[in-house]
């Protein structure tokens, strides 16, 4: 009888109550650093049904609040249970310990399952190897390119011990029920070497938020360039280019500012929004080139600021080594911007003729080339064509199918303990 009583509550209270998910990242989402990763999770969590509750574990960044204790908060309308497993200032900068390393020794002495779990680091899903519940990997980089590219040994940790990586992926990688990735590159990847997990292995669009980033039309756009031009004390017709994004050597943010040495243009000025580790080697790029009239380094800005800029200036510029689908790229698009990017991550394969251009040399040279191109003519990249590249990429849309997914699962699972 005991055990009958106590197999019905457990029934019970699948049926009546939320799924739980639970989102880990080394963030405070009220206080976001630079990365596309934290925008992401806020996506998440903006559009996320009513039929879940959610929780992140994450990091504090201010001093008032309390560490490795869950309190609840307001999230863009949504009630989200938080707990911060220790102080973090000004993540844009990379300490002699990596955080994400710091992070998972925090998540060590914890019991954090949940119905559903959300990883967006391999490292931390070291500690979660006991836990149950449902499990997913975000995976947000071209991973081979990314471990293994020699262009600057001081980018990552783990490319100098790609085989270490390697192994501990290994070693965690069969815990998870999903592995989704916006690299059609990582796909494959992990389809190759994990051909028994075939089927919890896909690809997953990656998301931009419509509702933040959307085109002006012509006559908002064009008002809105001469306001920001004057404001900077710069002549109306002046043409921008923006970076945004951490300064760090993989978005190798150099390469950019010596593009616009090269390309020897007074009436174009470049934006630099972000900040990181090569903030002073910027800096004295710039000085050192000459051009300190034409670059402005804007430091970090927030998500609707960003967008501001996005819907003005004439083109975005990415010089990254290696990327996944940079969301920073989706953002400019869904503002009707066309984008100039050397080619790496999925970028390339989402360009069409008339939203973007593709240096095929990771030179200044190439570089300037492609943002001569888009400048000279701004006819030939509409803000339609723009718009359309994006479209599929709406947050509202992609993040839906996600949560009806885990829905699905939900539903199967208590099918299943009711059977």
């Given at each position: 009888?005991?055990?009958?009583?106590?197999?019905?509550?457990?029934?019970?209270?699948?049926?009546?109550?939320?799924?739980?998910?639970?989102?880990?990242?080394?963030?405070?989402?009220?206080?976001?650093?630079?990365?596309?990763?934290?925008?992401?999770?806020?996506?998440?969590?903006?559009?996320?049904?009513?039929?879940?509750?959610?929780?992140?574990?994450?990091?504090?960044?201010?001093?008032?609040?309390?560490?490795?204790?869950?309190?609840?908060?307001?999230?863009?309308?949504?009630?989200?249970?938080?707990?911060?497993?220790?102080?973090?200032?000004?993540?844009?900068?990379?300490?002699?310990?990596?955080?994400?390393?710091?992070?998972?020794?925090?998540?060590?002495?914890?019991?954090?399952?949940?119905?559903?779990?959300?990883?967006?680091?391999?490292?931390?899903?070291?500690?979660?190897?006991?836990?149950?519940?449902?499990?997913?990997?975000?995976?947000?980089?071209?991973?081979?390119?990314?471990?293994?590219?020699?262009?600057?040994?001081?980018?990552?940790?783990?490319?100098?011990?790609?085989?270490?990586?390697?192994?501990?992926?290994?070693?965690?990688?069969?815990?998870?029920?999903?592995?989704?990735?916006?690299?059609?590159?990582?796909?494959?990847?992990?389809?190759?070497?994990?051909?028994?997990?075939?089927?919890?292995?896909?690809?997953?669009?990656?998301?931009?938020?419509?509702?933040?980033f959307y085109p002006l039309s012509t006559e908002e756009r064009q008002q809105a360039r001469i306001t920001f031009a004057q404001g900077m004390g710069l002549p109306e017709d002046t043409k921008f280019v923006l970076f945004a994004g951490r300064l760090h050597p993989q978005k190798d943010p150099v390469l950019l500012v010596r593009a616009i040495a090269a390309l020897a243009d007074p009436g174009v000025h470049l934006l630099i929004a972000g900040d990181g580790e090569l903030a002073p080697t910027v800096r004295s790029e710039v000085e050192r080139a000459g051009i300190s009239s034409r670059v402005t380094l804007l430091g970090p800005l927030t998500q609707a600021q960003l967008a501001n800029l996005h819907q003005i200036v004439h083109v975005f510029?990415?010089?990254?080594?290696?990327?996944?689908?940079?969301?920073?790229?989706?953002?400019?698009?869904?503002?009707?911007?066309?984008?100039?990017?050397?080619?790496?991550?999925?970028?390339?394969?989402?360009?069409?003729?008339?939203?973007?251009?593709?240096?095929?040399?990771?030179?200044?040279?190439?570089?300037?080339?492609?943002?001569?191109?888009?400048?000279?003519?701004?006819?030939?990249?509409?803000?339609?064509?723009?718009?359309?590249?994006?479209?599929?990429?709406?947050?509202?849309?992609?993040?839906?199918?996600?949560?009806?997914?885990?829905?699905?699962?939900?539903?199967?699972?208590?099918?299943?303990?009711?059977?």
């Amino acid at each position: 009888m005991l055990a009958s009583n106590f197999y019905f509550l457990i029934v019970w209270d699948c049926f009546m109550r939320k799924p739980v998910l639970t989102i880990f990242y080394q963030f405070d989402p009220w206080h976001s650093t630079i990365g596309g990763i934290q925008t992401i999770i806020a996506n998440f969590l903006k559009y996320a049904p009513d039929e879940f509750e959610l929780r992140v574990v994450g990091t504090a960044s201010q001093p008032d609040q309390a560490v490795g204790k869950w309190q609840e908060a307001n999230f863009a309308d949504r009630a989200v249970w938080f707990m911060p497993l220790f102080r973090l200032q000004n993540d844009n900068v990379r300490k002699i310990f990596p955080t994400t390393l710091r992070y998972t020794a925090a998540l060590l002495g914890h019991r954090l399952s949940s119905d559903f779990m959300h990883f967006h680091r391999l490292e931390p899903t070291l500690a979660a190897l006991p836990w149950s519940g449902d499990k997913t990997l975000f995976v947000h980089n071209d991973i081979r390119e990314q471990i293994q590219h020699r262009g600057n040994g001081n980018a990552m940790l783990w490319q100098r011990f790609p085989k270490a990586y390697f192994l501990l992926e290994r070693l965690l990688i069969g815990q998870f029920d999903q592995i989704l990735s916006c690299n059609a590159e990582s796909v494959k990847l992990y389809q190759e070497r994990y051909s028994a997990l075939l089927g919890h292995i896909s690809h997953i669009r990656n998301t931009v938020d419509t509702d933040t980033f959307y085109p002006l039309s012509t006559e908002e756009r064009q008002q809105a360039r001469i306001t920001f031009a004057q404001g900077m004390g710069l002549p109306e017709d002046t043409k921008f280019v923006l970076f945004a994004g951490r300064l760090h050597p993989q978005k190798d943010p150099v390469l950019l500012v010596r593009a616009i040495a090269a390309l020897a243009d007074p009436g174009v000025h470049l934006l630099i929004a972000g900040d990181g580790e090569l903030a002073p080697t910027v800096r004295s790029e710039v000085e050192r080139a000459g051009i300190s009239s034409r670059v402005t380094l804007l430091g970090p800005l927030t998500q609707a600021q960003l967008a501001n800029l996005h819907q003005i200036v004439h083109v975005f510029a990415l010089t990254s080594t290696h990327e996944g689908m940079p969301l920073v790229v989706l953002e400019s698009l869904a503002c009707g911007t066309p984008v100039v990017t050397t080619r790496c991550g999925d970028t390339p394969n989402l360009l069409t003729a008339n939203s973007g251009e593709i240096c095929q040399e990771r030179t200044a040279a190439a570089v300037a080339d492609k943002l001569r191109q888009v400048l000279q003519h701004p006819e030939h990249y509409s803000a339609e064509a723009c718009v359309s590249v994006a479209q599929p990429f709406s947050a509202r849309s992609v993040i839906r199918d996600v949560y009806d997914d885990m829905l699905q699962r939900w539903d199967k699972r208590i099918s299943l303990s009711t059977a």
